[in-house]
């Protein structure tokens, strides 16, 4: 009981506070039942701070607490229909007059919020946390587009909501592409992403995020006085918020199982994930007769799906080498048919994944599709596993050119760390050329590990001075037809001709430096006027040393922490100082792109700058003042004409701003001023 209590309590904190569970759902889900048994066999060993006594989650540190009144209770599960039977018999004892109904509805896979609106205008935006105390994040949740913002006139004043964010699938699978595309480490399924979503401590960030919500749940204000939930939902809907596209009313529980086995026939046809169905007492008066438990209401049940799954075996693991050198083990695997599709290989993610799965080569696994489309490996039959079977070694050198491999402080990945690794080349190659990068198009997969390959390419910038009269001559085709690659070179030509006067952003991001995505490139690039100005930015400086200042000195600036340290570090390393050279002996410097600037608003050419807490989200403002002609800037330098100062702004700050020449201004003038 004491292991299970310690495994429960660390996979909690993995899941609900650093939002990367290594073990899967079912798994988890085991270990607290097993718990929930012992406990009700032997109850004088019953830890008295069980896991199994709270909600899991604790909140975050980085957010405000929010005290939930009352607590955030989650829902009793069960994994039979013989217990919602129990259920059903339960009910009757408790309430021997009968005149209840079923609603069943889907249980959305997301994270749970509370939303409290006051004057008809969101308010606040908390996560359930613990259940008693969770995390305010309501400038993360006011990007969600589906939320409303404020609410038309016959609702309460003051009302608190409850329902489930979640991120859509498509969504999920996109965000996993482009994050891969920028290096980064991608999300394990839709409800980590959305976890890992709303804990980011930069909204803009955020509203990029394809989250969306579902209101389900009345809160502790402004919800009195209906008589059914369907009755409360109806209204959840006319005030604007976003519900459940689907529930069913159930007058005996044959007719909500058979609801539930409609619903699970459907389970996959929602833009969200369920992970189950649950049932609720239709009539509200009941709730308080029936009451809750710590953990849950007493009211109301989930039941869980078996997870869709198919068994297959492992028959090896390979590894491969991405454009930043992190290897990516792949499961390739006894091709199966699992929700639709045949499936042959499954990504591992990282070693750490497969220590904590212990997948080994010939086991038999359970395969499912994490988001319904991405297949994962959720667990082992070690029942089957032969006796022979070895757990899997992570190479300790690099597959594709045999170099050293390293695994930074704090990283999950193992890198290669040769420069010159061929297998990262072609990969970084390819990243230079795609779509936003400088969109050379002619450059697919197989050209670039021929270039590699043959030796042409040792460098991204050797296509500024290859012999594209040679390489028409190149052999492109499959072994066996060969194929020159012709015309297309002159076409290629033309494309690397045309990415010299690529825009500065598009440069930025195709260099492919560690935590530069797309958007990251556009707010560096919007501070600097050439690709020669980042090795010494005083912006990127001061982004850096703004980061180690506490408290209200802190400012919030549109270039994010890790970005500025990680173009500073490349231009600082020898590779970086060589591209520079090189880049300059081409005559290439590229420039940010053409604004236009609004050269006739109130705010035309004025240099400003947002600091401290203002009563809108910044982004907004910063998009007010763009659009009257202003400049939105990160610092205060001899440029800036106003300093637009919410609360708590130390008078250090706005003094400094004034020996530059700045105007320190508040939010009503500003707000004038834009008239
Ligand atoms: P769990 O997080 O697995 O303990 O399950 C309980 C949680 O299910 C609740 O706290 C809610 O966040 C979530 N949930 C999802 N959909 C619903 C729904 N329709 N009604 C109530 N709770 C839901
Ligand atoms: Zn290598």
């Given at each position: 009981?004491?292991?299970l209590?310690a495994?429960?309590?660390?996979?909690?904190?993995?899941?609900?506070?650093?939002?990367?569970?290594?073990?899967?759902?079912?798994?988890?889900?085991r270990?607290?039942?097993?718990?929930?048994?012992?406990?009700?066999?032997?109850?004088?060993?019953k830890?008295?701070?069980?896991?199994?006594l709270?909600v899991?989650?604790?909140?975050?540190a980085g957010?405000?607490?929010?005290?939930?009144?009352p607590?955030m209770?989650?829902?009793?599960?069960?994994?039979e229909?013989?217990?919602?039977?129990?259920?059903?018999?339960?009910?009757?004892?408790?309430?021997?007059?009968?005149?209840?109904?079923?609603?069943?509805?889907?249980?959305?896979?997301?994270?749970?919020?509370?939303l409290?609106?006051?004057?008809?205008?969101?308010?606040?935006?908390a996560?359930?946390?613990n259940g008693?105390?969770g995390?305010?994040v309501?400038?993360?949740?006011?990007?969600?587009?589906?939320i409303p913002?404020?609410?038309?006139?016959?609702?309460?004043?003051?009302?608190?909501?409850?329902?489930?964010v979640?991120?859509?699938?498509?969504?999920?699978?996109k965000?996993?592409?482009?994050l891969?595309?920028a290096?980064?480490?991608?999300?394990?399924?839709?409800?980590?992403a959305?976890?890992?979503?709303?804990?980011?401590l930069?909204p803009?960030?955020?509203?990029?995020?394809p989250?969306?919500?579902?209101?389900?749940?009345?809160?502790?204000?402004?919800?009195?006085?209906?008589?059914?939930?369907?009755e409360l939902?109806?209204t959840f809907?006319?005030?604007?918020?976003?519900v459940?596209?689907?529930?069913?009313?159930?007058?005996?529980m044959?007719e909500?199982?058979?609801?539930?086995d409609?619903?699970?026939?459907?389970?996959?046809?929602?833009?969200?994930?369920?992970?189950?169905?649950?049932?609720?007492?239709?009539?509200?008066?009941?709730?308080?007769?029936?009451g809750?438990?710590?953990?849950?209401?007493?009211?109301?049940?989930?039941?869980?799906?078996?997870?869709?799954?198919?068994?297959?075996?492992?028959?090896?693991?390979?590894?491969?080498?991405?454009?930043?050198?992190?290897?990516?083990p792949?499961?390739?695997?006894?091709?199966?048919?699992?929700?639709?599709?045949?499936?042959a290989r499954?990504?591992?993610?990282n070693?750490?994944?497969?220590?904590?799965?212990?997948?080994?080569?010939?086991?038999?696994?359970?395969l499912?599709?994490?988001?319904?489309?991405?297949?994962?490996?959720?667990?082992?039959?070690t029942?089957?596993?032969?006796?022979?079977?070895?757990?899997?070694?992570?190479?300790?050198?690099?597959?594709?050119?045999?170099?050293?491999?390293?695994?930074?402080?704090?990283?999950?990945?193992?890198?290669?760390?040769?420069?010159?690794?061929?297998?990262?080349?072609?990969?970084?190659?390819?990243?230079?050329?795609?779509?936003?990068?400088?969109?050379?198009?002619?450059?697919?997969?197989?050209?670039?590990?021929?270039?590699?390959?043959?030796k042409?390419?040792?460098d991204?910038?050797?296509?500024?001075?290859?012999d594209?009269?040679?390489?028409?001559?190149?052999?492109?085709?499959?072994?066996?037809?060969?194929?020159?690659?012709?015309?297309n070179?002159?076409?290629?030509?033309?494309?690397?001709?045309?990415?010299?006067?690529?825009?500065?952003?598009?440069?930025l991001?195709?260099i492919g430096?560690?935590?530069?995505?797309?958007?990251?490139?556009?707010?560096?690039a919007?501070?600097?006027?050439?690709?020669?100005?980042?090795?010494?930015?005083?912006?990127l400086?001061h982004?850096?040393?703004?980061?180690?200042?506490?408290?209200?000195?802190?400012?919030?600036?549109?270039i994010?922490?890790?970005?500025?340290?990680a173009?500073?570090?490349?231009?600082?390393?020898?590779?970086?100082?060589?591209f520079?050279?090189?880049?300059a002996?081409l005559?290439?410097?590229p420039?940010?792109?053409?604004?236009?600037?609004?050269?006739?608003?109130?705010?035309?050419?004025?240099?400003c700058?947002?600091?401290?807490?203002?009563?809108?989200?910044?982004?907004?403002?910063?998009?007010?003042i763009?659009?009257?002609?202003?400049?939105?800037?990160?610092?205060?330098?001899s440029?800036?004409?106003?300093?637009?100062?919410?609360?708590?702004v130390?008078?250090?700050k706005?003094?400094k701003?004034?020996?530059?020449?700045?105007?320190?201004i508040?939010?009503?003038?500003l707000l004038?001023?834009?008239?």
């Open positions: 009981m004491a292991e209590v495994a429960i309590n660390r996979n909690d904190r993995l899941y609900y506070v650093e939002a990367r569970p290594v073990i899967a759902d079912a798994d988890y889900d270990m607290y039942e097993e718990l929930i048994r012992l406990e009700h066999d032997f109850p004088q060993f830890d008295p701070n069980s896991p199994t709270r899991s989650g604790e909140p975050l957010f405000a607490p929010v005290r939930h009144d607590p209770k989650s829902l009793d599960k069960c994994y229909k013989g217990e919602l039977v129990a259920f059903d018999a339960f009910l009757r004892k408790e309430l021997p007059d009968g005149g209840w109904h079923y609603v069943v509805e889907p249980k959305v896979d997301g994270v749970s919020i509370s409290l609106y006051e004057d008809r205008r969101l308010v606040r935006a996560t359930r946390g008693e105390v995390d305010d309501t400038q993360n949740v006011r990007t969600i587009r589906s913002k404020a609410l038309p006139a016959d609702a309460p004043d003051r009302l608190e909501v409850r329902g489930e979640y991120m859509t699938r498509d969504g999920f699978v965000l996993n592409a482009e891969d595309e290096g980064r480490e991608t999300f394990m399924n839709p409800r980590n959305c976890a890992g979503s709303l804990k980011q930069d803009k960030v955020v509203a990029q995020r989250l969306d919500a579902v209101i389900y749940n009345a809160g502790g204000v402004g919800c009195d006085g209906f008589a059914s939930h369907t939902i109806a809907r006319r005030w604007g918020f976003p459940a596209p689907w529930s069913r009313v159930a007058a005996t044959d909500a199982i058979a609801a539930i409609e619903l699970g026939a459907n389970r996959h046809g929602f833009r969200f994930e369920i992970d189950g169905a649950v049932l609720k007492i239709n009539e509200r008066a009941f709730y308080g007769a029936l809750a438990t710590a953990h849950s209401p007493r009211w109301a049940r989930a039941y869980k799906y078996a997870p869709e799954r198919a068994e297959t075996v492992v028959r090896g693991i390979t590894v491969q080498v991405g454009r930043t050198g992190v290897l990516t792949v499961a390739e695997l006894e091709p199966v048919e699992l929700a639709g599709s045949v499936i499954a990504t591992l993610h070693a750490d994944q497969i220590a904590a799965q212990d997948i080994r080569v010939g086991d038999h696994v359970w499912v599709k994490a988001g319904d489309v991405i297949p994962a490996i959720d667990g082992v039959l029942e089957k596993r032969d006796l022979f079977v070895v757990p899997f070694v992570f190479p300790t050198a690099c597959p594709v050119c045999g170099g050293a491999v390293a695994r930074a402080a704090g990283e999950v990945a193992v890198r290669c760390i040769n420069p010159a690794c061929p297998a990262q080349l072609q990969r970084r190659l390819e990243h230079f050329c795609s779509r936003n990068a400088l969109d050379i198009r002619s450059l697919g997969g197989r050209l670039a590990d021929l270039l590699v390959e043959k042409l390419v040792a991204p910038l050797d296509l500024f001075t290859l594209y009269a040679a390489l028409a001559e190149l052999d492109v085709g499959e072994a066996g037809a060969p194929r020159k690659f012709g015309k070179a002159a076409n290629m030509r033309d494309a690397v001709e045309a990415a010299r006067t690529a825009s500065l952003e598009r440069w991001f195709a430096i560690p935590n530069v995505g797309v958007t990251v490139a556009k707010d560096i919007a501070e600097h006027e050439k690709l020669s100005d980042l090795p010494a930015s005083a912006v400086r982004v850096v040393a703004n980061d180690a200042k506490k408290g209200k000195e802190r400012e919030i600036l549109p994010k922490v890790e970005a500025a340290k173009v500073l570090a490349f231009f600082d390393s020898p590779y970086g100082q060589t520079r050279a090189r880049l002996a005559g290439i410097d420039r940010r792109a053409a604004r236009t600037v609004r050269t006739d608003g109130p705010l035309a050419g004025v240099g700058v947002l600091t401290g807490t203002l009563s809108r989200p910044r982004g907004e403002y910063a998009k007010r763009e659009a009257a002609g202003g400049i939105v800037q990160s610092a205060v330098t440029k800036t004409r106003y300093l637009i100062a919410g609360a708590n130390g008078a250090t706005t003094a701003a004034r020996a530059l020449g700045t105007e320190v508040d939010e009503a003038r004038e001023l834009l008239g």
